[in-house]
């Protein structure tokens, strides 16, 4: 079953418009950049996301949000706990997120 993996952040205050691009650009860039250990393929199926222009007003601080879809959930532990792409992203989002959110769920699946 497929997984679509929501991931929502929030930067801290002063971060600049140029930062926060290069991080937007470099999380999207990781459905190529993250590969498959056994294949050694990218297995990321689609990935997504912008900043946020809800007039609703409910977003609690969170400006930016991406969706990453999986094949499966194995793909998905995966990339959450193991992938080096990934791992060193997360790592470079010291002292630039204030907060981050993420949401998993299979489409169906109540």
Not at 43 to 66: L, M, R, W
Not at 69 to 82: G, L, N, P, W
Request: hydrophobic share 40%; with cysteine.
């Amino acid at each position: 079953m497929s997984i679509t993996h929501l991931v929502m952040f929030q930067f801290k205050d002063g971060v600049s418009p140029e930062v926060i691009k290069d991080v937007c650009s470099r999380l999207l860039a990781l459905k190529d950049n993250c590969l498959h250990p056994t294949s050694q393929k990218p297995y990321i199926q689609a990935v997504s996301g912008g900043q946020d222009n809800s007039p609703e007003g409910i977003q609690h601080g969170i400006t930016h949000a991406f969706v990453v879809h999986f094949a499966s959930a194995e793909d998905r532990d995966y990339y959450v706990a193991k992938d080096p792409a990934h791992q060193a992203f997360v790592k470079s989002l010291d002292g630039i997120i204030e907060k981050a959110q993420a949401i998993d769920f299979t489409d169906g699946v109540y």
